[in-house]
């Protein structure tokens, strides 16, 4: 991409000298018009400038969204091959070893968990597509936030600390409803939570609130990770942002998570914010006027 900006530079500076030289002849053949050649040359070349400022924006944008593709390709291509792997080695040992029930067992649910990874990633792809193409209803009905968001939590609920896994607390407000897409916001929830848990470190807990106040409904999702700088904060949500380089970042994603997430909430006239958590991580807020 530098030999076109090259190019691109070079084609600005020549005409503006040409317009220069052509502006310095005119007022050499014609003195007595001077004012005029400068003043209308001066606007040209405010005219000029701006729009080559403009042009310059627009291909900085279309090169970073390249850059976002490509790390997205890169990060799409790490998630699938990791639980593929995991499967295919579970089921060759399940085929090639004389294992217990209870082992099989166990093979069985670990495969299982990282199918229900690969279901996640592939439904947020398509929600996603969808939403960018203007193809999604967003069909809306009422239904139990309580019980979706009991229903995520206890999925994605792991509880065994010796293994290096997160532990979920949740505090879930009972018979909450409100209207709205009820796959999409699924979406949201488990977006939200697994984002949590993807940025935090071994057997740190990830707080999930749910309650009513004041005639509002309160999502929160709060993790004692990394944390999120203020200069990333408004840039999170736009699609395939991730901080880093997918060939240097450690935590897993494609970058469409937290992009679903807003839009699927703009489309539900639902807010979201994130804040700092105390002392470290990260505290994403729902409201559902």
């Given at each position: 991409?530098?030999?076109?900006?090259?190019?691109?530079?070079?084609?600005?500076?020549?005409?503006?000298?040409?317009?220069?030289?052509?502006?310095?002849?005119?007022?050499?053949?014609?003195?007595?018009?001077?004012?005029?050649?400068?003043?209308?040359?001066?606007?040209?070349?405010?005219?000029?400038?701006?729009?080559?400022?403009?042009?310059?924006?627009?291909?900085?944008?279309?090169?970073?969204?390249?850059?976002?593709?490509?790390?997205?390709?890169?990060?799409?291509?790490?998630?699938?091959?990791?639980?593929?792997?995991?499967?295919?080695?579970?089921?060759?040992?399940?085929?090639?070893?004389?294992?217990?029930?209870?082992?099989?067992?166990?093979?069985?649910?670990?495969?299982?968990?990282?199918?229900?990874?690969?279901?996640?990633?592939?439904?947020?792809?398509?929600?996603?597509?969808?939403?960018?193409?203007?193809?999604?209803?967003?069909?809306?009905?009422?239904?139990?936030?309580?019980?979706?968001?009991?229903s995520v939590v206890n999925r994605l609920q792991l509880n065994k600390c010796d293994l290096n896994q997160q532990l979920i607390n949740a505090e879930i407000?009972?018979?909450?409803?409100?209207?709205?897409?009820?796959?999409?916001?699924?979406?949201?929830?488990?977006?939200?939570?697994?984002?949590?848990?993807?940025?935090?470190?071994?057997?740190?807990?990830?707080?999930?609130?749910?309650?009513?106040?004041?005639?509002?409904?309160?999502?929160?999702?709060?993790?004692?990770?990394?944390?999120?700088?203020?200069?990333?904060?408004?840039?999170?949500?736009?699609?395939?942002?991730?901080?880093?380089?997918?060939?240097t970042r450690n935590t897993k994603g494609t970058g469409l998570g937290l992009y679903i997430v807003k839009e699927v909430l703009d489309k539900h006239d639902a807010s979201i914010k994130?804040?700092?958590?105390?002392?470290?991580?990260?505290?994403?807020?729902?409201?559902?006027?």
């Amino acid at each position: 991409m530098k030999r076109p900006f090259i190019i691109f530079y070079a084609i600005i500076i020549y005409a503006i000298a040409e317009l220069i030289w052509w502006g310095y002849m005119l007022v050499r053949l014609q003195p007595q018009r001077t004012a005029m050649i400068l003043g209308e040359g001066s606007v040209f070349v405010l005219i000029f400038i701006v729009g080559a400022i403009s042009l310059h924006k627009s291909i900085e944008k279309e090169r970073k969204l390249q850059r976002q593709k490509k790390n997205f390709l890169l990060s799409v291509t790490h998630e699938l091959k990791s639980p593929l792997a995991s499967i295919k080695l579970l089921l060759q040992t399940i085929q090639k070893r004389e294992l217990t029930k209870q082992q099989i067992q166990d093979f069985i649910g670990k495969s299982l968990l990282d199918i229900e990874r690969l279901d996640d990633m592939v439904e947020n792809m398509l929600l996603a597509s969808k939403i960018d193409n203007h193809s999604y209803t967003f069909p809306k009905a009422k239904f139990s936030l309580s019980a979706l968001v009991d229903s995520v939590v206890n999925r994605l609920q792991l509880n065994k600390c010796d293994l290096n896994q997160q532990l979920i607390n949740a505090e879930i407000e009972p018979k909450i409803e409100i209207t709205g897409d009820k796959f999409a916001l699924t979406s949201v929830v488990t977006n939200l939570l697994e984002n949590a848990i993807k940025y935090s470190g071994p057997c740190e807990v990830v707080d999930v609130k749910l309650y009513s106040k004041d005639g509002k409904v309160f999502l929160e999702v709060a993790d004692h990770g990394i944390g999120i700088a203020d200069s990333e904060k408004t840039r999170i949500f736009d699609r395939f942002y991730r901080v880093g380089s997918e060939e240097t970042r450690n935590t897993k994603g494609t970058g469409l998570g937290l992009y679903i997430v807003k839009e699927v909430l703009d489309k539900h006239d639902a807010s979201i914010k994130v804040r700092d958590n105390d002392p470290s991580g990260s505290i994403f807020e729902v409201t559902f006027a």
